[in-house]
């Protein structure tokens, strides 16, 4: 498999990554075992890439990553995740959050839910200051 640097990161990607939004029912209905194949198979041929988000499921998509990586899988992943949108009460759309105190309290939740001591590149939503949060 190609791999890359990340940007200036100095962390060596596979150049093919696996995003995962699609694995908690962003777009209509995801089987969790048959998810979880999926990323072992993308594991299998070198894919260490693997991109998550607290919102895809809203907390779901993390999970499914950590159980997957389960069993001394970890050690072959990059594992991103990204943050910044928060669930409204009634279910319909986001917020936005990228205040510097909500970073401490999404790595930490994330963490949680991956199963996992450290997060290899984490993403923040870039926030409009001139849009209310």
């Known amino acids: 498999m190609e791999m890359r640097t990340l940007g200036s990161s100095g962390i060596k990607v596979s150049a093919i990554g696996l995003g995962l939004m699609s694995m908690s029912g962003v ?3 995801a089987n969790d075992e048959e998810s979880i194949r999926v990323i072992h198979y993308a594991l299998d041929k070198g894919i260490d890439f ?9 907390g779901h998509n993390e999970e499914l990553l950590g159980r997957a990586l389960r069993g001394g899988k970890r050690q072959r992943a990059v594992v991103t995740t990204k943050f910044g949108q928060l669930q409204k ?9 990228g205040r510097p105190e909500y970073v401490a309290r999404a790595c930490d939740a994330s963490l949680k839910r991956l199963g996992v001591d450290v997060i290899d590149v984490y ?3 870039r926030v409009d ?5």
């Open 27 to 29: 777009y209509g209905n």
């Open 50 to 58: 693997l991109d998550s988000s607290d919102m895809y499921g809203w």
């Open 89 to 97: 009460p009634d279910d319909r759309g986001s917020n936005v959050d």
């Open 123 to 125: 993403y923040q939503h």
């Open 129 to 133: 200051p001139k849009v209310p949060i």
